[in-house]
């Protein structure tokens, strides 16, 4: 699994019992009210992800404009001391930090600083000219949506260890894009588009998109647990350990992959950040306060994703995804994967709003699919 990507793909894995798995926290519960969710529903799914698919630890945070707050957990944040897993730490977003360079990119455009139809050329001459490929052609809008055109860098890498201990600048991700075949489809999700997004960002305003993401969101917000960790292998304050699942001659062990550099993932995945942060982000974008309505309304135009990339029913806006609820209307959010980690943020029609960390990728499908069941769980309650 790698940054680029936004699920899984599931390959098969063997049954391992994780001892403990099944330890569950509830650090922040506050009783729901009548048509506020069934917080039984989603602890239900939490333990079947780690007891049936034995993902080491999962936790979940849901916000609710009437029946405030809670949260749970399954499994454990360390398989060397047991330690449970907790909703309030901190971990690595991965592909939700796309969400982060779009709201930037559009705040822009609605200074008039950047034009959506503008070719990318006009921001960054002679950056996308190789193979092919041709910065002319290719709008700014297309980037955010991942309509481009433009292969992804991240499957230049075989392995964490191709880029865990190295630091790359995003003019050098560009170029390896470049060099990488062209995609096959219309809609190819790639981690390089958000890398050009960030190089634009950097070019209009003279700042790092780092910079311009701290000044027009994490401050504003107060983001307390969301940082850039740059050349920072590890992750700072109270967090999980982050897990890699390897299987040989039948039997399964996992590896910490906690630390890493996650420079390889730039503007398109290498925020460190936790599930409150994650939720205020997205119900403050998703509330009009971060963008003027108009370009909020650009965000969520979506069009149709590539399933084998994402899920069944996924679409993708301006760095923002959606995905139909069986309870009506869809979720608007963001998905996230990186080796060891995944995590999600998501907002319901109503405003409920979930956010979820794995310390591990899922690795079967069944497992994909209960991850997405925990968000219609969270947000609809249990299936009927």
Not at 123 to 144: C, E, Q, W
Not at 272 to 289: H, K, N, P, Q
Request: proline share 5%; net charge positive.
């Amino acid at each position: 699994m790698r940054v680029g990507h936004v699920m899984t793909a599931g390959t098969a894995a063997a049954a391992v019992l994780v001892a403990g798995a099944g330890a569950a926290t509830a650090a922040e519960r506050r009783p729901a009210g009548k048509g506020c969710g069934d917080q039984r529903a989603v602890q239900r799914v939490l333990d079947r992800l780690t007891r049936v698919h034995r993902i080491p630890g999962v936790a979940v945070r849901i916000d609710d404009p009437r029946c405030g707050t809670w949260t749970g957990a399954s499994g454990v944040a360390d398989l060397r001391d047991r330690r449970p897993m907790r909703a309030g730490e901190r971990g690595r977003i991965a592909s939700v930090t796309k969400t982060f360079t779009a709201t930037v990119l559009l705040q822009l455009a609605g200074e008039r600083k950047v034009d959506l139809d503008a070719p990318v050329e006009r921001y960054l001459p002679g950056v996308v000219r190789a193979n092919g490929h041709d910065g002319r052609k290719i709008s700014v809008r297309s980037l955010l949506r991942h309509t481009s055109g433009l292969p992804d860098h991240m499957e230049a890498f075989d392995d964490l260890e191709d880029f865990r201990w190295k630091h790359f600048e995003p003019a050098e991700l560009v170029r390896m894009a470049l060099a990488r075949p062209k995609p096959t489809t219309r809609w190819h999700y790639s981690t390089t588009n958000s890398v050009l997004a960030g190089m634009i960002v950097r070019r209009v305003t003279g700042s790092r998109v780092e910079d311009e993401v701290v000044r027009r969101i994490i401050r504003p917000l107060r983001l307390r647990d969301t940082y850039w960790p740059g050349d920072e292998t590890w992750i700072r304050g109270p967090h999980p350990r982050g897990y890699l699942r390897e299987e040989k001659n039948g039997a399964v062990r996992w590896r910490d992959v906690t630390e890493l550099n996650a420079s390889a993932g730039g503007a398109g995945g290498a925020l460190v950040s936790g599930t409150a942060d994650v939720s205020r982000f997205f119900g403050a974008l998703l509330g009009g306060r971060l963008l003027p309505l108009r370009l909020l309304g650009e965000m969520k135009r979506t069009v149709r994703a590539d399933p084998d990339r994402t899920w069944p029913g996924a679409r993708y806006g301006l760095g923002l995804m959606s995905t139909p609820l069986r309870c009506g209307g869809e979720w608007y959010g963001h998905g996230g994967h990186l080796y060891g980690w995944s995590a999600f943020g998501v907002v319901g029609p109503d405003g409920r709003r979930a956010a979820v960390m794995f310390n591990e990728n899922t690795a079967t499908e069944a497992a994909a699919k209960d991850e997405l069941e925990l968000l219609q769980t969270a947000l609809c309650g249990e299936e009927s």
